[in-house]
Nanobody, 125 residues
Framework: QVRLADSGGGLVRAGDSLTLSCEYS????????IAWFRQAPEKQREFVAV????????RYAASIEGRFTISRKNDKNTVYLQMNKLNPEETGVYYC??????????????????WGKGTSVTVPS
């Protein structure tokens, strides 16, 4: 089992940048792909980005590709989401999630069994 602690949210202006962190823990070796999802007010949760177990492969939602970067530092048990050029439509709660993945280079977008509590990002219009 893995535990996730997401953090780094806040209030930023449109066009600003923000970096979210997801610290994972629970076992010595953690073969989990880690992803970020977000949920805007009154909308369904949506996939944002995922990084493979190895950290070498990533996948992004079309709406954020080119502006967001997901990265992973396994020696620090932390995944980061660098978000640039944020816009008001991206206001919401951002969650990190983990999926057990024996294939080290896979980048799943479904099948996440473990979730952080979420961190709030607000971009006023």
């Amino acid at each position: 089992q893995v535990r996730l602690a997401d953090s780094g949210g806040g209030l930023v202006r449109a066009g600003d940048s923000l970096t979210l962190s997801c610290e994972y823990s629970g076992s010595t070796y953690i073969p989990y792909a880690i992803a970020w999802f977000r949920q805007a007010p009154e909308k369904q949760r949506e996939f944002v980005a995922v990084v493979s177990v190895s950290g070498e492969n990533t996948r992004y939602a079309a709406s954020i590709e080119g502006r967001f970067t997901i990265s992973r530092k396994n020696d620090k048990n932390t995944v980061y989401l660098q978000m640039n050029k944020l816009n008001p439509e991206e206001t919401g709660v951002y969650y990190c999630a983990a999926a057990l993945m024996l294939e080290r280079d896979a980048t799943p977008t479904v099948g996440f069994d473990y979730w952080g509590k979420g961190t709030s990002v607000t971009v006023p219009s």
